[in-house]
């Protein structure tokens, strides 16, 4: 009696630490030289972060071949020793919307791509990811190419998911892959309004009831970066990356019409971007308070338990925005 009682008393406290075990902090690596600074060491120091998703290279289209190329590889010039290192490969939609597209020879090529890569920095991976938003359009083949590069690459293969996919995935379909990643940004248009295109919870409302009905696991991708929306003549004419709002406050060429607007006081030229008189900027950033509640939601909404967290992305610019502890305090909501 005794020994069934301590059986299952031991299976409540497993079963109880279990579910009390809290996700694990990774990141994404978008730029393409792999080089910390001492701010970004830090950050993964503190978080003891053990594994980064790193953008190996895009593939998209040669502009005279019109055959599917890589763009922009990776260049690593740091000590890749303590982390586990997973080659991301975004491959552009219209890639995959290709009539008559190669999917053998594609995927041939970007498996030996990612070898050459691994080879080069002796590098040792066991996992890849393949980012693709698909669509209706792009579906058959993106699906053929993720069967073709499983069987291809005999590595474990994750697979980046948006958030239309989980509601409407009986259309557009589940990829061949051993897990996912919910990409919880890009919810809304990029337009002149005044909606966060990042994220707006009231988007993300549409959809989260789906995640409990959604067949495949789902690590998170959060949002830690901003942007600058240009906006013309009420129309956007680009987005303007690492655009801080407090130093543009203090820039005499630009003055604050609204709590995310600033005008354009004289035409000048601020990183390389030409500005002219009356245009504007919208800038588009997420707060600690976002990350909590995108946290707290996704909690409660998720079938099961996720394993991990991937931040999007590291960089100092980006880490300078939150206090130190930040990530603490979004993983401690799950």
Request: net charge positive; charged share 30%; glycine share 2%.
């Amino acid at each position: 009696m005794l020994k069934r009682f301590s059986l299952v008393l031991f299976f409540f406290l497993l079963l109880s630490c279990s579910e009390n075990e809290k996700p694990v902090v990774s990141f994404y690596y978008w730029k393409t030289v792999f080089k910390f600074s001492e701010k970004e060491k830090e950050v993964l120091r503190d978080n003891h972060v053990q594994k980064l998703y790193v953008r190996y290279f895009d593939i998209g289209f040669h502009p005279e071949t019109n055959q599917p190329i890589p763009i922009s590889p990776i260049h690593f010039n740091e000590n890749l020793e303590g982390f586990t290192i997973v080659p991301v490969i975004f491959i552009q939609n219209k890639v995959m919307q290709k009539p008559y597209l190669d999917i053998n020879d594609l995927a041939q090529k970007t498996f030996d791509f990612i070898e050459q890569i691994n080879t080069k920095n002796k590098i040792v991976c066991e996992e890849i990811q393949i980012d693709c938003d698909w669509t209706l359009s792009s579906k058959e083949n993106y699906l053929k190419f993720i069967k073709v590069f499983k069987k291809l690459s005999k590595k474990k293969l994750s697979a980046t998911i948006r958030l239309h996919q989980v509601k409407y995935f009986k259309k557009t379909k589940i990829p061949n892959v051993d897990s996912g990643v919910l990409m919880y940004y890009n919810m809304g248009s990029i337009a002149p309004d005044s909606l966060n295109s990042i994220y707006d919870q009231k988007v993300a409302q549409r959809y989260l009831a789906s995640l409990k009905k959604y067949p495949l696991h789902l690590d998170l991708a959060l949002p830690i970066y901003s942007w600058g929306v240009h906006i013309r003549n009420n129309k956007v004419i680009g987005l303007r990356s690492k655009i801080d709002s407090n130093e543009l406050g203090k820039d005499p060429n630009f003055e604050k019409t609204h709590s995310i607007f600033f005008r354009v006081k004289k035409s000048n030229y601020k990183n390389g971007i030409f500005y002219e008189e009356n245009d504007l900027l919208k800038i588009e950033e997420i707060t600690k308070e976002d990350l909590k509640e995108m946290a707290e939601d996704l909690d409660n909404n998720l079938p099961q338990k996720t394993n991990e967290i991937i931040f999007y992305d590291l960089d100092e610019f980006n880490l300078n925005h939150y206090e130190k502890n930040i990530f603490e305090q979004v993983i401690s909501k799950f």
